[in-house]
C-alpha cells in the first residue's frame, strides 16, 4: 500500500499561506490617529463631528469583534 497522507492535494492549495503583511491586523494602526483627528478637524461642526467620531468608533469595536470571533479563524484555515 501507497503512504497515505493527512492532505489531498486540493487541501495543499487551500492550506498555501499568503505573503505580505495581515492588513485586518494593522487596521487599529489607522484608528488610532483618526479617532482623535476627527475630534480635532470637526470642532467647529459638533454634530457631524460627534456623528462620525462614534460611527468610526463603532466600526473599530465592530472589527475587533470579528478579529476575535471565530468567523476570522475560519477565513484563514
Known sequence: MAPSSDFSDG?????RRRKGPPFM???PLIYAPVLPLIRIGL????VLRDRLFYGVLAGAFAHGTYLI???YDI???
Open 69 to 71: 470571533t471565530d468567523l
Open 25 to 27: 491586523l494593522l487596521l
Open 11 to 15: 487541501d495543499a492549495a487551500v492550506r
Open 43 to 46: 470642532r467647529h461642526n459638533p
Open 75 to 77: 477565513e484563514r484555515k
